[in-house]
C-alpha cells in the first residue's frame, strides 16, 4: 500500500499490558493444562449487578419489546433522566453540576483517551505509574510527555512542585491505579492552584472514587477553582460492577474556555459527530446504580472487595513486605521481594503459585520493583491465593 500510516504508533509498546499478561498466562496453561491459576491481575470485578440495577434492566428491556415505549438511536451525550442521575449523585456530596456539563459514555476509557482530540500540542504530564491509556492515547497522537514520578518517597502522589511551564494537560488518578494512593483535600488543592496560576487544564479520573474510606474528595470540584481548570471523568465499572455493561460519564464545565472556544462545547461537538450514545437499558440501568437504593447496593460490593484487600494485606504485613494501596483502593501495591524486578516476579509466581499478577513497570518506569494485586477476587480465590504466596514469599 501506499498510504502514509500514523507513525505515532511506533512509539508504542508491543502490546497492551493486559494482553501481554494474558499471552504469558496461556502459554502457561498450555504447558501445564493440570495447574489451577488464580488470576489477580485484571482489574476486572467478579460479583454481579445488583437487584436495582437488575430490575431496571428487565424493565427497560420490557419497554424496548412495546412499540410505545421503544427506543432508538439515544442522545449522544445521554438521556437527560441519566444525566440527572450524575448530577444527583454529586449534589447529595454538596458538589453541583449542570445537567449540560455531564456526557454519559461508554466508558471512562474511552473518553480518557478521546479527549486527547479537543487539544493542540500541549506539553502532557502524566503520573509514572498509572492507568497506561493516559500515555498510550497521548503517544498515539504525538505529544510530548512528560512523567511526574510516584515514588515511595512522596507516597506515590507528585506534587506540582518545580514545574515551570505553562499550559500543561495533566492527568491525574485518585484514588490511583495501580498504587492505590489518594490525594487529600490540601494536595488537590496544591494542584489546582497550580493548574490555574500557569494556565493548565487538569484531567482527573475518579474511577475509584467509590473506594475511599475516610475524609478525602471524592471528585476534583470539591476542590475550590477546580471548576475553572478541570475535566472529571468517572466510572461505573468498578463502583456498580458495571465493566461488561458499560456506562461511564465525563464532566466538562462550562467555564473552561481557551482561546475563544469552549471545551464544554467542543466535547459535546466531538461526541455527536463520532459517538451514537449508550443504549437506554444501561442508563436505565446506571440510573438505578446511581439512585440512593443502587448505592446502597454498590457499597456492599465494595465491602465485599475490600474484604479481599484486608486479608492480602495481612498476609504482607506478617511477612515484612512493604506495600501501599488497599484502604481506599481495590489495588495491592507491593514491592517484589528477593529483589526481582517486576517481570521476573511475575513469571515466579506464575511458575511456582500459579497466582497471577500485574507486573509494576507495565504501569511505568517508577512501577519497577514493584507488583500489583487486585481484590477483585471471590473470597474463596484470595484466600486461596493468599495461601499460595505465604507458602511462597
Ligand atoms: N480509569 C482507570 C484509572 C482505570 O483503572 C480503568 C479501568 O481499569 C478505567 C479508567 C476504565 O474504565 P471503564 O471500564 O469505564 O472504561
Redesign the pocket.
Given at each position: 500500500m501506499k498510504i502514509q500510516l500514523n507513525e505515532n504508533y511506533k512509539q508504542l509498546q508491543e502490546s497492551y499490558l493486559f494482553a501481554g499478561i494474558a499471552k504469558k498466562v496461556s502459554a502457561y496453561s498450555q504447558a501445564h493444562p493440570d495447574k489451577k491459576i488464580i488470576r489477580l491481575g485484571i482489574?476486572d470485578v467478579t460479583l454481579p449487578l445488583t437487584p436495582t440495577v437488575i430490575q431496571a434492566l428487565q424493565k427497560a428491556v420490557g419497554e424496548m419489546a412495546v412499540q410505545e415505549t421503544f427506543r432508538g438511536y439515544p442522545p449522544e451525550a445521554g438521556f437527560d433522566f441519566a444525566r440527572q442521575a450524575v448530577v444527583d449523585y454529586y449534589g447529595r456530596r454538596g458538589t453541583k453540576l449542570d445537567l449540560c456539563e455531564v456526557f454519559v459514555s461508554d466508558?471512562?476509557?474511552?473518553d480518557?483517551a478521546n479527549l486527547t482530540e479537543l487539544f493542540g500540542d500541549n506539553p502532557v504530564l502524566i503520573p509514572d505509574p498509572?492507568?497506561p491509556?493516559y500515555l498510550d492515547s497521548n503517544l498515539m497522537c504525538g505529544r510530548k510527555v512528560t512523567f511526574l514520578q510516584a515514588t515511595q518517597e512522596n507516597g506515590f502522589l507528585p506534587m506540582p512542585e518545580g514545574l515551570t511551564g505553562e499550559g500543561y494537560l495533566i492527568y491525574l488518578?485518585s484514588p490511583n491505579?495501580p498504587t492505590g494512593a489518594v490525594y487529600n483535600k490540601e494536595q488537590l488543592t496544591q494542584w489546582v492552584d497550580f493548574a490555574r496560576r500557569s494556565g493548565s487544564l487538569i484531567l482527573f479520573?475518579a474511577?475509584?472514587e467509590a473506594f475511599i474510606h475516610g475524609d478525602y474528595p471524592h471528585s476534583i470540584y470539591e476542590i475550590e477553582g477546580a471548576r475553572e481548570c478541570a475535566i472529571e471523568?468517572c466510572?461505573?465499572?468498578?463502583t456498580a460492577g458495571?465493566?461488561g455493561t458499560?456506562c461511564?460519564w465525563t464532566v466538562v464545565p462550562v467555564e473552561l474556555t481557551a482561546g475563544g472556544m469552549s471545551l464544554r462545547d467542543m466535547w459535546e461537538r466531538r461526541q455527536a459527530t463520532k459517538f451514537n450514545g449508550v443504549p437506554y437499558i444501561v442508563q436505565r440501568a446506571a440510573q438505578a446504580a446511581l439512585s440512593p437504593q443502587g448505592i446502597r447496593e454498590c457499597q456492599g460490593l465494595v465491602d465485599y472487595y475490600m474484604e479481599n484487600a484486608r486479608s492480602i494485606s495481612a498476609l504482607l504485613d506478617k511477612k515484612g513486605i512493604f506495600y501501599t494501596g488497599g484502604q481506599s483502593s481495590p489495588y495491592i501495591w507491593m514491592r517484589c521481594t528477593g529483589n526481582m524486578d517486576a517481570w521476573t516476579f511475575f513469571d515466579y509466581l506464575l511458575e511456582n503459585v500459579q497466582v497471577v499478577g500485574t507486573p509494576g513497570s507495565g504501569f511505568g518506569a517508577c512501577g519497577e520493583g514493584f507488583f500489583r494485586l487486585t481484590s477483585f477476587g471471590s473470597h474463596e480465590a484470595t484466600k486461596e491465593a493468599i495461601a499460595r504466596l505465604d507458602s511462597l514469599l
Open positions: 482489574g466508558g471512562a476509557k474511552s480518557c498509572v492507568y491509556v488518578c491505579n479520573d474511577a475509584y471523568i466510572s461505573l465499572s468498578k458495571f465493566t458499560r461511564s
